[in-house]
């Protein structure tokens, strides 16, 4: 059962132009959502985070919205960078859970120059 | 200087062998984690400790376990592997477990089983 899906697998975006990517969740009991980057053959690094109680986040060019009536959340980075390349897993925590991370399968970005 | 470290970065065995993967962390984190990777590619968590102790286990077999000799370090011990075992394993931490504090992740353990 997949509680946290991220329905593309991969995205290719230019340089310099805007990347979304974009993450459902069934469980309404989360309410808490991160982002985290993974490169090849390295672990994932923690990204970005939103609460339920807000709708949207910003950290420099990365910004997470969540829209909870359509258990729905995004990641935009503008302008995208070739450094920007990578897997990017979307994961959610619920209160009652001892806080434990569920992960989607990951979209894989790629911004060409 | 590593935040999150993990030995070895790959293993490969036999079926039936017996095999372990150590997790430090320098980060003074009070809780760690393992996560698997499978072929699928979902991250999904097995364990985790806080202080030494056993907060989450995630109905993996009991081939496996884990061992937190002190807060710095979580080791993973796999009995009698099994083909199905081929996976990447991350070592993760984060400081206190009542929160929603970052998770650090190690570079991983690749794991394939013959």
């Known amino acids: 059962d997949q509680q946290v899906k991220q329905n593309s697998p991969s995205l290719s975006v230019q340089e310099g132009r805007i990347s979304i990517l974009n993450c459902d969740y069934t469980?309404?009991?989360?309410?808490?959502f991160l982002w985290y980057k993974k490169y090849p053959a390295e672990g994932p690094t923690f990204l970005i985070s939103?609460?339920?109680?807000?709708d949207k986040n910003e950290d420099g060019r990365f910004t997470v919205f969540l829209n909870k009536s359509a258990k729905h959340l995004s990641l935009h980075i503008v302008p995208s960078q070739p450094g920007d390349s990578a897997v990017y897993f979307c994961?959610?925590?619920?209160?009652?859970?001892?806080?434990?991370?569920?992960f989607g399968k990951g979209t894989l970005l790629t911004v060409n120059p | 200087d590593t935040a999150v470290s993990q030995t070895p970065k790959y293993l490969v065995t036999q079926m039936g062998n017996d095999k372990s993967i150590k997790c430090e962390q320098n980060?003074?984190?009070?809780?760690m984690y393992w996560y698997k990777q499978d072929s699928k590619k979902f991250l999904k968590i097995m364990f985790s400790?806080?202080?030494?102790?056993?907060?989450i286990n995630e109905t993996v077999p009991n081939r496996f376990s884990p061992k937190s000799p002190d807060k710095a370090h979580l080791n993973l011990h796999i009995n009698s592997l099994e083909l199905g075992d081929s996976a990447v394993y991350f070592c993760?931490?984060?400081?206190?477990?009542?929160?929603?504090?970052?998770?650090?992740f190690g570079p991983g353990t690749r794991l394939t089983v013959l």
């Open positions: 993760a931490s984060s400081q206190g477990l009542n929160n929603y504090n970052e998770q650090f």
């Open positions: 469980n309404s009991m989360f309410d808490y």
């Open positions: 939103i609460s339920s109680i807000k």
């Open positions: 994961a959610a925590s619920a209160q009652g859970s001892n806080y434990k991370l569920t």
């Open positions: 980060l003074g984190h009070d809780t």
């Open positions: 400790y806080n202080n030494k102790e056993l907060i």
